[in-house]
């Protein structure tokens, strides 16, 4: 037996990060927020499924986050249905308004969507994907999974600290809109960490939802109020926008990785890009590569600059793609990845790809259930409080998810009425290519680092072995136009190789949170979930 001394120094922390990765035997969540988390994990004991767990949490956080998510957003999912193992998605994203057109903004002066305002305001769809979600594939009520949101709203919750930084940075931006002042501000500034905020508004608007369902939110005096809102703020949104808002059951888009394989939503989501990172870099071994090692980051970034290229140049709502279809199959086919992988040096960065700037806020969240079904749920409101307009009298705050449009009419993601914008939120689901059995849900919020990060996080399971915990708190790097972002835990040696390969590196610190927040929940064979949840934002893993 160990001595005490020999014992204390031989026993450490099982990764830098300080967390533990959470194991439990029946149903797992993974959330950004503890309450949130503890939401979703009554659903499961209540008799929920895994997409009741996740309404509920995504529920919670548009209280708890109101800078990332919120009633005024979009959402999507991912669903593994293990009696079938059907993988099903659904697109919980809305439409430009009817009136909005290329030509009427550029009549107004703009060559390019403004990023706050009434301008850049679609229909808001995560309300509605919320109740079709649990109506279609829950046990629960929508009551009973909103319950826990308006109980937060309703009594107060204190404002947790990365949320609260967030918050502080917006307050000017808040203090510009009368409504948006009055619901989200405390006398004129954001509420400080573990200050107790309340609000009754959307708590009101949160019990309308639960009484008569998504309705009361896409009609009456809820619908009235946001439309007012956005029109007095020089946008198009119409009632008649708000009530013609459906959800859309879609058909996943995947491929193979080592053995597993990866599901996105289709376009115009983003997680077309995750799917031909992953093919390109197939043809390397990253296994054989430190996971800290500037060939991995070298790589990574390569493919990443080619799948974006056609992410910018090719994507947008495939209902309104100018040819027969956007290339889907082609974009995520082997043989074409093969193409790219030859255009990549081993020594020499590539030049830029010009990008357009995409919002960042907001919220991932998964759960696994006791039976084995597994949900992938993401909630946003685009960039920091989305539009920055609140809709008087409800607490909602609208998104500026039209932000991301083009006013080329010639380009795929150009503004055209009841058209989807290209989406930067992405949930994730993994199955084991031989069994078909679930093999992970997971997620990695913030804007254009969404597909980088599920690369990046699923190379740290597959081709590095690591666990869930480690395998989100691993460094990250996240690529813009110009320069390559890189946490302090990166070694010099391999910052400086980074440089030498014609990389512009900017280190960070040892966290940071343009790398997103990444939650994950394993399903190994053993039947245990293995969950792992990201140090870099508030919340946490809870298993039964």
């Not at 979009?74 to 994203?93: I, P, Q």
């Not at 004129?188 to 009361?216: I, K, M, N």
């Not at 992410?311 to 790219?340: M, Q, V």
Request: one cysteine or more.
């Amino acid at each position: 037996m160990l001595r005490s001394e020999e014992a204390a120094t031989s026993v450490r922390r099982p990764d830098q990060g300080g967390r533990s990765t959470v194991f439990g035997t029946r149903g797992a969540v993974a959330c950004e927020h503890p309450s949130a988390a503890l939401a979703g994990i009554r659903a499961l004991d209540a008799g929920g499924t895994a997409v009741d767990a996740c309404v509920a949490m995504a529920a919670c956080m548009a209280v708890l986050s109101p800078m990332a998510t919120g009633m005024g957003g979009d959402a999507f999912l991912l669903y593994y249905e293990a009696d079938t193992g059907r993988v099903l998605g659904a697109n919980g994203s809305g439409r430009a308004p009817r009136a909005a057109t290329v030509e009427k903004l550029r009549d107004l002066g703009l060559d390019e969507m403004p990023e706050r305002g009434g301008l850049t305001i679609v229909v808001p769809g995560a309300v509605r994907l919320w109740e079709d979600a649990a109506n279609s594939l829950g046990n629960l009520p929508l009551a009973r999974l909103l319950e826990p949101a308006w109980e937060l709203a309703e009594n107060g919750f204190p404002v947790s600290e990365v949320v609260a930084r967030y918050w502080q940075v917006a307050e000017d931006l808040l203090s510009e809109n009368e409504a948006a002042a009055r619901a989200l501000l405390t006398e004129g500034r954001a509420p400080r960490p573990g200050e107790v905020f309340f609000q009754e508004d959307l708590a009101a608007t949160l019990s309308a939802v639960a009484e008569d369902g998504a309705d009361a939110f896409y009609n009456g005096e809820i619908a009235r109020s946001m439309a007012r809102a956005v029109q007095e703020a020089g946008g198009y949104l119409a009632e008649e926008d708000l009530a013609a808002h459906e959800s859309t059951w879609v058909e996943p888009i995947s491929t193979d990785y080592r053995g597993v394989r990866v599901y996105e939503i289709p376009p115009p989501g983003q997680g077309i890009a995750a799917l031909e990172m992953l093919n390109i870099l197939e043809g390397f071994d990253l296994g054989t590569l430190g996971p800290l090692s500037s060939d991995r980051v070298h790589l990574e970034v390569e493919a990443k600059k080619l799948a974006y290229r056609d992410l910018y140049e090719e994507i947008g709502d495939p209902e309104f793609w100018r040819h027969a279809e956007i290339p889907t199959e082609r974009l995520i086919s082997k043989d074409y990845a093969a193409t790219l992988r030859e255009r990549i040096s081993p020594d020499r960065a590539a030049g830029r790809v010009p990008e357009p700037a995409l919002g960042e806020d907001t919220i991932y969240l998964c759960a696994v259930d006791a039976d084995g079904n597994g949900c992938s749920f993401i909630n946003s409101l685009y960039m920091g409080f989305g539009s920055s307009i609140v809709a008087p009298d409800t607490g909602v705050c609208l998104h500026n998810r039209g932000t991301s449009f083009r006013l080329d009419p010639d380009h795929p993601n150009s503004l055209a009425p009841d058209k989807r914008p290209l989406h930067t939120i992405i949930p994730g689901l993994a199955t084991s290519s031989d069994t078909g059995a679930l093999w992970a849900v997971f997620g990695n919020m913030g804007g254009a680092m969404q597909p980088q990060g599920h690369v990046q996080v699923l190379s740290n399971l597959i081709d590095h072995g690591m666990t869930a915990q480690e395998a989100v708190d691993h460094p990250r790097h996240r690529h813009g136009e110009d320069t390559l972002l890189v946490e302090g835990r990166l070694p010099e040696r391999e910052v400086e190789r980074l440089r030498s390969k014609g990389h512009e590196v900017e280190v960070g610190e040892d966290y940071v949170i343009p790398v997103g927040g990444a939650q994950l929940i394993r399903t190994p064979e053993s039947g245990v979930r293995a969950c792992g949840s990201d140090p870099r934002k508030d919340g946490c893993a809870l298993a039964q």
